[in-house]
């Protein structure tokens, strides 16, 4: 008995050491990295280096007054939302014909995953060329369908623009919410749906009733990770249209302030920021949601 | 009635099927095809061009080193699939198996770092990449690249772990095994599948990974395909070589797409493991 014990005592000890290698790597490339970030927001550091002096909050007193930073966290909320709502229909829409029996339904699945496995640059350069103003296949067609009388500057257009982005986020990233829903609905048990359908309920009842219901935790799981994933859109925005103020979301502008401006003690107050909003939403979800689900690669 | 509403129904279905193939696929089709028109063919809206032709392919390699982009990129990501997998799996077996004090405090902390906003390092890094005399290096960005890829090669392989019945080990544990021979000798077999799936999923993410890309390297040489692909420009703003950029996306997005379709059961299980089990 006694010598059980310590074999398991010994066994946590090796744990723990087994456990060291990425705690020392998290803490070398998150942990630190992110600390300096926040040290750095409280200084006048520029990107080439060199001496700074401690300033206290005088970034954020700067960013406060920046009419450009409030237009970027407007414009992040707005993506995250729109973008978010979007995906989730056209996700649960998606997975719903997928779930359903119907033929080449392995061939709609590959399908689904294409602009998943589509590199976000490409799908950003894919789409801004589909959108060219000029030579565009998207004006092309829907001058050719009649909606519209005269072409459009999907991308130049100040309203526009924001439309666009997230339009191509949304095609890129719906699969990833057609995949988590799909796995959810195959779980729900085909009885359920045969009781209903006895009792006299129609499709829309059941979804309402029986489907929904089942596939609950898993909508929650792909909305809190697609709507954290969506708070600190970079690439797609930075591809597409460049640093314009008319769609450059938190993460755009922090990165134009500390690399292209130079300016890393600044920037690095416009990240803080960005972290700390991404954590409270995070905070806030685990505690609503109850639940501690995996990242997923995006 | 009940009959006719049965067959709207099958039909609308297949409506929508159709419907969703055409708008997952359609934009892809559309680069290949922009990708063999060449000068004024370029700005000819058939989807498959009269002329085919491979001038833009030529170009890209031929106009920039693109080539050894897709070698950089190639070794970063392998490079950060290997160091993930190696500190994943030693963790995900402690953390799978052993109730140690701080287990679930560590976990939560793993999870935090998945959320983390990628500009929010993004300083920290540069400083410390730069006191570690990477700038404008590869091993600079498979460095920054285990911040997103470390977390999710952690959490899935712990799911899996957890999925792997107990009496395995407990039988090796008697026989009088270490836990380094239980680690390498029975877990690694059985976790193979699992770490092809997050392997893969690691990959795709160092792939495609822009903005760690764009900020540590300066050359053209060190460039990632990513970051080339997003540079490529022409002679004015109003010339983008747009036959170029569509050729240089396909080259690398088929080799993706094929090992997507190839892997898609396991990329699919990697991606729902635990998300859909909570």
Known sequence: ?298 | MRRLRRRLGRIGLHLAAALILAYTLLPFVWAVATSFKAGSALFDTALIPAAPRWDNYLEVFREQPFGLNIVNSVLVAAGTVAISLALGLTAAHALGRVAFRGRSLLLVTVLGVSMFPQVAVLSGLFELIRWLGLYNTLPALILSYLIFTLPFTVWVLTTFVRALPVQIEEAAMIDGASSWTVLTRVFLPLLAPAMVTTGLLAFIAAWNEFLFALTFTLTDDRRTVPVAIALISGASAFEMPWGRIMAASVTVTVPLIALVLVFQRRIVAGLTAGAVKG
């Open chain 1, 1 to 298: 008995m006694v010598r059980r014990a310590s074999a398991a005592a010994a066994r946590r000890r090796e744990a723990a050491l087994f456990v060291v290698p990425l705690l020392a790597a998290l803490a070398a490339v998150a942990g630190w990295p992110l600390a300096r970030t926040i040290w750095l927001s409280f200084t006048d550091a520029t990107l080439t280096g060199g001496d700074h002096d401690f300033i206290g909050l005088a970034n954020y007193a700067f960013l406060l007054e920046d009419p450009d930073w409030w237009r970027a966290v407007r414009n992040t909320l707005v993506f995250a939302a729109i973008s978010v709502a979007l995906e989730t229909a056209l996700g649960l829409a998606i997975a719903l014909v997928l779930d359903a029996q119907i033929r080449l339904r392995g061939v709609l699945r590959a399908a689904v995953l294409v602009p998943w496995a589509i590199p976000t640059v490409v799908s950003a350069q894919l789409w801004a060329w589909m959108l060219h103003d000029q030579y565009g296949v998207i004006n092309e067609v829907l001058l050719a369908f009649g909606l519209m009388d005269a072409p459009r500057a999907w991308l130049a257009d100040r309203t526009l623009a924001m439309a666009s982005v997230i339009a191509v986020d949304v095609w890129k990233t719906t699969p990833f919410m057609v995949l988590l829903l799909l796995a959810a609905l195959q779980t729900v048990p085909r009885e359920l749906h045969e009781a209903a359908m006895v009792d006299g309920a129609g499709a829309i009842r059941r979804f309402l009733v029986v489907t929904l219901p089942a596939i609950r935790p898993a909508l929650l799981v792909a909305v809190i990770f697609r709507t954290l994933d969506a708070l600190r859109i970079f690439d797609l925005i930075y591809v597409m249209v460049g640093n314009a103020s008319a769609t450059a979301t938190m993460a755009v502008y922090a990165r134009q302030h500390m690399v292209d401006f130079q300016d890393t003690g600044y920037g690095s107050a416009a990240s803080t920021v960005l972290f700390a909003v991404i954590a409270l939403a995070a905070a806030l979800f685990i505690r609503l949601g109850r639940i501690t689900a995996p990242p997923a690669a995006r």
